[in-house]
């Protein structure tokens, strides 16, 4: 059975940085697609960022320059460094795997 579990999430002021982590269990990370989603209150979950099993990103443009995702493979573990936050990136970060395998969401919260 494959499980995602973020964490890493938290409250931050504007300008602050996190990094939040999602560790896979029962398929290696290294042989598919992972990315990073966000939902915030009252809207449509959304992609933020992914990485391939060759290593290509692909950011949505609202991150963009702010926000890298990278992956240790020896543990299994993928990363999402978000700076320069800002009040608009609240929301709830979900881990994917592909296809279609979900972790329970890590909550951002960016306020001063």
């Known amino acids: 059975q494959v499980q995602l579990v973020e964490s890493g999430g938290g409250l931050v002021q504007p300008g602050g940085s996190l990094r939040l982590s999602c560790a896979a269990s029962?398929?290696?990370?290294?042989?598919?697609?992972m990315a990073w989603y966000r939902q915030a209150p009252g809207k449509q979950r959304e992609f933020v960022a992914r990485i391939t099993p060759n290593g290509s990103r692909n950011y949505a443009d609202s991150v963009n320059g702010r926000f890298t995702i990278s992956r240790d493979n020896a543990k299994n573990t993928v990363y999402l460094q978000m700076n320069s936050l800002k009040p608009e990136d609240t929301a709830v970060y979900y881990c994917n795997m592909n296809p279609g395998t979900w972790g329970q969401g890590t909550q951002v919260t960016v306020s001063s």
């Open positions: 029962g398929r290696r990370i290294s042989v598919t697609s």
